[in-house]
């Protein structure tokens, strides 16, 4: 069963020290706002326009290599950390149907049901897409990729990875089954541990429902995406799609979630630490790309309102259950991940932010991330949207 510690904070509260000891590491243009990192590499995916596909990526050292991962139809889900002999070890899913979205091309003349589909690449994949999903890793220093064939069941898609000291969580779905099991992969017995996880679809107005459908008939998901490992913790978001009547169209809303972890097993509920919350035209807060670091919980808090955008890093002690948060000091933070000790982090300042603007019609509260007229940017770095840096911060002052 799982516990809610959402912290309900208003946008203009946060008043935590700002950043510390930052520099900037290098532009990343086109890549999906998600990072990974350990022993000095951060990993990431990078959309290649021409091929229209991803790459799997890594910045070491002051230099980004393409690393020797064959590219795919959608960003990657991967994670880095130490391998059973502490070596910086990224791992990923392979699958034998990529989640890549399926869109209307809408032709004149044409009625919409007959419209043709293309595939349109995505930076946050909807995971029940996916299927024939394994595990693969690789050795960042000196390796080539290979199947974890001890984690594979047979009619499994197994997905979203994370990594630490050898030990490999994921997430796993069967056939005719719209909500995923999370497992530890324990390496030292090779056996399998279930975790915790999130909610089933929900329909408001049918609580007596056994099965959630869509508008179109077919059943609703939940997946998992961006999941973090540590020796004490599990952190992760959950995606769980909600059907409203009346509406016309199904929404997926994340969630910020975490499972104490001891001895490779969980050691106490999951616990929720965020919901995306909504209000009025523009007002939002959301959570996303949670690390886990420790014990605790390290993820970005993004929110606003129709002319300003704040970002916070966040962190939670689920053993305390408090949190600590600081600021960047320009342009929104939208990814993080943290290297003992180092948080490297993705710095989006949108295209609408970087143009001459009258800021004597705006009415900004002193910390926001981007203020103007339309501070909206894409879940992509798209050179068109905005401008994306890989940031490293030395102390956060959390």
């Known amino acids: ?36 990192a350990y022993g000095g590499y951060v990993v990431f995916s990078e959309y290649q326009p021409t091929e229209r596909d991803w790459r799997l990526m890594a910045w070491h050292r002051g230099t980004i290599t393409a690393l020797p991962v064959p590219a795919r139809r959608t960003s990657f889900d991967a994670n880095a950390g130490p391998g059973a002999n502490g070596t910086p070890t990224v791992v ?29 690449p995505e930076a946050r994949p909807d995971w029940t897409r996916a299927g024939g999903c394994r595990i693969w890793e690789l050795s960042l220093v000196h390796g080539s990729p290979a ?4 984690i594979h069941a047979r009619g499994a898609s ?8 050898g030990e490999i969580a ?17 390496h030292a017995d090779r056996r399998l541990v279930s975790l915790g996880g999130g909610p089933a ?5 049918h609580p007596g429902k056994r099965r959630c459908l869509s508008e179109e008939g077919g059943p609703l998901s ?52 965020e919901l995306h919350w909504a209000s009025g035209t523009c007002g939002f807060v959301s959570g996303s790309s949670p690390d886990a670091v420790g014990s605790n919980v390290l993820y970005m808090r993004i929110g606003g309102g129709c002319d300003q955008i704040f970002s916070w890093f966040t962190s939670y002690s689920p053993s305390t259950r408090k949190w600590r948060i600081s600021q960047p000091s320009a342009g929104a933070a939208v990814a993080l991940a943290q290297d003992r000790g180092t948080t490297y982090w993705i710095r989006d300042l949108p295209a609408s932010q970087r143009a001459p603007l009258p800021f004597e019609d705006i009415d900004c509260s002193p910390g926001a991330s981007v203020c103007s ?13 905005g401008t994306c840096t890989l940031m490293q911060t030395s102390d956060l002052s959390l």
């Open 222 to 273: 939940a997946w998992v995406t961006r999941m973090s490992l540590s020796d004490g913790a599990l952190a992760y978001e959950w995606f769980s799609e909600t059907a409203e009547p009346g509406f016309g169209k199904e929404e997926s809303t994340p969630a910020i979630r975490v499972d104490p972890l001891r001895h490779g097993r969980q050691s106490g509920p999951s616990q929720v630490l």
């Open 373 to 385: 007229p339309n501070p909206e940017f894409a879940d992509t770095c798209n050179p068109t949207d």
């Open 1 to 36: 069963m799982a516990t809610a510690v959402v912290m309900c904070a208003a946008l203009a509260s946060a008043n935590g020290a700002a950043a510390a000891g930052t520099v900037a590491l290098a532009p990343l243009p086109n890549v999906a706002q998600n990072l990974t």
């Open 92 to 120: 990923y899913s392979v699958c034998a149907r990529d989640p890549v979205r399926l869109v209307a091309q809408v032709t004149p003349g044409l009625p919409n049901p007959h419209a043709p589909r293309h595939e349109e």
């Open 201 to 205: 679809p929900s329909c408001p107005g």
């Open 147 to 150: 199947p974890v064939n001890a």
């Open 170 to 186: 994921f997430a796993r779905t069967v056939a005719r089954a719209h909500v995923p099991r999370i497992y530890l992969w324990r």
């Open 158 to 165: 197994d997905y979203m990875p994370a990594i630490w000291n």
